[in-house]
């Protein structure tokens, strides 16, 4: 059996490097476009950024590991150019050589990627503007990182990062991943950044309200965010360097611009070849990974996966996926019974000192997708016991089935411990867990690392409470026109208040009940919602109609309408 | 309704809480026999090193709180005497004014934790000997170390730390959670320590082979760990301090002793009330946390728990499950159907820079409980993309039934991105994870936090390797009359060899295999496994019996029988 893969990154090498253990017999040949296979292309803004020095260090295995460890004919450089399905054979192209040969295959397995996308805008050709996604591509960047403009020529990188001609101003278009890992990785070169994003908000997959707390931080750490502006175009400015236009009519000086507005799924070749295309524009596949044709595997950025949660077509680039996708098919190959169980979009992102981190669905697909059967908390929780030193505050959005309580989403956001807390929401969300599981899970706790009740507890906790009608539950932007109440100290209000609320610190609330009104909806205030929900319990049993509003003032400078 | 809860720590402090937020009307007395109620005990032993400085910080929540904010009755240095189950009353005595009183309850709840445990050895009541449970503990543990002999008084605790009459030497005698976490304060505070173990190795809840390294890095730490001793007796020596005699002979001076040697149930209370006690000693509760009385609960570390994977009933002293325990009362008290699930014993211990944690069982209470259906793999991931700095092993151990692939437990240590893992690892428990859960598990990546494949996904491909049959394993304690062949690198055999093992690079395996026999069984050796792991499969498809030994060269030190 021969099985011919295209593209040698993720979910290419992950096939080839399964399919050969499984099947010591398989003629297996492997073609990358590129110089490299197997390279680590989520390390590039680290190495743009210089806490990973040596490009060397993003090799992660070479062509002639691949030749020598696993007998596997692995070509760089080499292009496959069409696909005949019938005949099945394949037409590859050296670029080295330029010579053009064709290649039989019993199994043919696309893994093509993603290309990031380069709208025709005028000049976007100019010399200056980058996109990240190969090692060349970050290579290309430092050059001119480190380039003496006056002489026209690469300086040594360490050397004179501070002479005037250096680049000094960057434009970053995109504030996805890329654009966001880019934007910190070029201030830690002593670049000023701007960060513009045609959205009206950073990082997609979060919801809008948690991205503002992004960009606040972004901004807080010199970035500049601009929101809500589309590029139009680039243009030489009169010193030499680069503007870059908007929608809205603004000229933003750039030394060097990264264009990091997405990625778009390969598939000219898949396209050529016949094969359907779904409507999201990626690669269609079975949960085999099968395309449209039997004898021809799809997998990685170039396919549409089913989203885990909602079961909606969907693209989410991402490299995990791509990795256990490329193994599924190797399995399948191998005649096994393995199956895609779709993607969840967990991610996370480094920013400065803060991580970024989502799971599953987000309130902005539910609406889009029409779906009322859900609620949401937000908490505000310490990242560990508080009277441990270190504790940071961990903002929480978690996302809930009203009707049976599954966990559909969570996002977080913090200094510390983000990343213990979405992996277990997301390995909750992959068990088909609900709230009540979240409640009762056990997860580690010391001092160091969390609280007796952990913050994933906590969601659960707070959850269940909002489903068993224990704590009915408002939002900052959907007050109505409730009494407000709010439960905090004085000391606290002389920080911050909202106007008309009443206040009732907590421990008077017993005493002074008469001075609220039996005719409205009571929305109850504190802090981060904790002495709110203990008032709104007092209220509720005293024959009130009350409401906490999730989150306390913490939530509110983020979720209030804008 | 009368609710009166004996103890006002994790489980009690936790039941009142909830209790009042579900009914406004019951009338709640907590009593507390020492001074404080709701303090962190987990945090006792960094007050003691000094990361936490003020006492005050351990006060979670005071007894005046519980009074204005909860309307609970709540009163400290009251202790419980006796209860007569048939009055439904209950004895307290106060102990400032020493007054005794009598109280009628409706439900009454125990929660009266666990005290260490003080063996009535020669000289255990000499000064200089303690404890660590309560606040006042860890207060008398620091003006021993900060006292001055020679003027026998308390001096500052930061002026003259270095004085020859302050504490030098300290011996912690055991070796579980409170017992590492002093060593390392007391090391952190300057003293040189020794810590004395009964058993066979540290941390119980651990495997010893995984014990062994924990013991290293202690070691390398600066801390004489002495294994397989018991404790005979304390006398005074010569010179005014301490000496700890072991049941070996040996005599170790120390100016401190910490006494760490595990926690015994309260169960004196509960016993006056004729009440059930389990077999381990604690107090016999069901699923609703009733006691053999249906109007007496009982929570937290006095208890026996279900444990979790097991079933079988457990002494298990976690902070997490006593405060899931108290809601639970109060839930049942306040009409709700609520059940306790069982204890999966997940913890979490800091040793200087490296974290120590484990979920589920272990493999040593599986043998004792003569179950042979499960296998265990070792694996050495790094922490994040190695590409990336600061990179460290991670060092995990999974078992899972060889019958179903459940998984049953994780042990994993490390210095970096141990808690992220541990709690995948306890949420997969907790939702009856297997294998192919987590091998298809959808866990956070980006170079700073882990690998397209994180470790936990990787533990399920390896798992499933070994259960689908396409990696035959063992283990370096049964290696038997196997034929041993080695696939590193010859420079990598420099370092360390296994005597008696063939070398053949694995890129030369498949042109060298006539060298290796028919007839024997094959162990194939590498560094991690990783590579023997394709040897194996090299060996497998051409006929060869093979086996790959798990964790290669990485388990040989900690994994061989010593």
Redesign the interface.
Known sequence: MKVIIVGGV?GGASCAARL??????AEILMVERGPYVSY?N??LP?HVGG??EKES??L?ATEQLFR????IDCRTNCEAISISPEKKTIELKNHITGEVSTEKYDKLVLSPGAAPIRPPLPGIDLPGIFSVRTVPDARHIREWLERDSDRNEVTNPYSGIDTVSKPKRAVVVGGG?IGL?MAENLVHRGLEVTLIEKLDQVMPPLDREMARLVERYMTKHGIHVELNDGVAGFRKSAKGSLEVLTESGKAHPADIVIMAIGVRPETALAKSAGLEIGKRGGIRVDDQMHTSDPDIFAVGDAIEVKD?VTGQWALIP???????QG?IVADVIAGRNAHY?G????????IFDA?I?Q?GVSEKVLKQLGDTDYEKIYLYPNSH?G???GAKMLIIKVLFRKSNGRLLGAQVLGED?V??????F???I????TIY?L????????????S???P??FAG?VAVDVLNG?MPLTHWDNLGDGFLLDVRNPQELAVESVPGALNIP??EL?SRIGELPRDREILVICRSAQ?A??AT??LL??GFKAKNISGGMLSRSHCSQD
């Open positions: 993720a050969r253990r499984l099947d010591e017999k680590a989520c390390g680290y806490s990973i260090s993003l992660v020598n460890q696993f007998a991943f890992e885990f991402l490299a995990g996926p791509a990795n256990r193994r169980r993607t969840q979009g967990t991610s996370i992102c480094q991580t981190s799971t016991a009277y441990y030193p411990g990343a213990k807390r979405i992996d277990s997301a390995m909750a992959q068990m088909g867990c599981d409640e009762e899970s056990e997860l580690s706790y010391a001092p160091p690392y969390g007796a009740k952990d994933v507890n906790m224990d907590l421990p017993r002495r929900y203990y319990r007092i049993q005293k």
